[in-house]
C-alpha cells in the first residue's frame, strides 16, 4: 500500500465485512518498480468463514477522472472570465440545467437546481419578453441550426445587462429536437462602451454641423470618411 493508505494496512478487512461495516474499496498500491497503481478491491461473502476478493486496475479511470475534473475546473474559470455561461431548456419549456456562471450573471446566488421558465421570464426585461419566447418558440418548431439574438435583463435590484445568446438544437435519434443549448454572454460593459462612444460621434457631429468652416476628411485612398453639413452644401 501506498504511505498514505497506511490506516488500513492492520485492519483485519474480513472483520470489517463480517460486521457490515463500510469499507474503503479504492486503494493506491505501490508496484516494486515505484509506480503507482489505483485499484478497486471487492469482497464478497461465498458461504460462512469463506469470502472471494475481486481486485481491479482502475489507474486508467483515475487519471481520466483527474483529466476531466482539471478540464473542467478551466472550463468554469475560462466562462467567469468571458462572462459566458450555457444553459438548456426542452421543449416543454422546462430548464434542465444552468451553469455556474449562469447563475453568476443572472446574479442568483444559494440556488442549486435551476429556476422554472416563468422565474427566468421573470428576470428578463418586460420590454424583450417577447423576443426571448419568439426566438425559442422559432428553434423548437423549425430546423434553421444557429439562432442569435440579443435580450436584456432587469434584476430584482433594479440593475439592466445586455445578454448576447446563440440557441443550438439538439435532436433525437429520430430526428425531432430533443433540447436547446442556450450560449448566453454577458456584453453590458461592452454596450455601455458603446453607447458612450455614439454619445460622443453625435456630440461631436453636432459641433461639427453647426460650424460655419468646410470639414472634409479623406482615408488613404482619397475616399471621404467624414464632411459635415457645410461641406455638403
Known amino acids: 500500500l501506498n ?20 469499507l474503503k474499496n479504492e ?26 476478493a475481486y481486485c481491479t486496475d482502475i489507474t486508467e479511470r483515475k487519471v481520466l477522472e483527474k483529466s476531466f475534473a482539471r478540464k473542467s475546473k478551466l472550463l468554469v474559470e475560462a466562462q467567469h472570465v468571458s462572462k459566458m455561461g450555457n ?67 432587469k434584476l430584482p435590484a433594479g440593475n439592466i445587462k445586455h445578454l448576447y445568446n446563440i440557441s443550438k438544437q439538439v ?24 453607447e458612450k462612444l455614439r454619445n460622443q460621434r453625435d456630440r461631436a457631429q453636432m459641433y461639427l454641423n453647426i460650424m460655419e468652416l468646410i470639414l472634409v476628411i479623406l482615408n488613404e485612398k482619397g475616399q471621404v470618411t467624414l464632411i459635415n453639413r457645410k461641406g455638403c452644401r
Open 3 to 22: 504511505t498514505k493508505e497506511k490506516d488500513y494496512r492492520n485492519l483485519n478487512i474480513l472483520q470489517l465485512v463480517e460486521d457490515g461495516k463500510k
Open 87 to 153: 444553459w438548456t431548456i426542452s421543449p416543454s419549456y422546462e430548464i434542465i440545467e444552468w451553469s455556474n456562471e449562469i447563475y453568476n450573471i443572472f446574479e442568483i446566488k444559494g440556488q442549486k437546481l435551476p429556476p422554472k421558465f416563468q422565474d427566468y421570464m421573470q428576470l428578463v426585461h418586460p420590454d424583450d419578453r417577447e423576443i426571448v419566447k419568439e426566438n425559442l418558440h422559432r428553434q423548437f418548431t423549425t430546423k434553421k441550426g444557429l439562432l442569435s439574438y440579443k435580450y436584456r435583463i
Open 171 to 194: 435532436y433525437k435519434k429520430d430526428g425531432e429536437i430533443d433540447y436547446l443549448i442556450e450560449t448566453v454572454q454577458d456584453i453590458t460593459d461592452r454596450t455601455d462602451i458603446e
Open 27 to 52: 486503494f493506491e498500491l505501490v508496484r516494486k518498480d515505484g509506480k503507482l497503481l489505483n485499484v478497486l478491491l471487492d469482497i464478497e461473502e461465498l458461504q460462512k468463514d469463506r469470502y472471494i
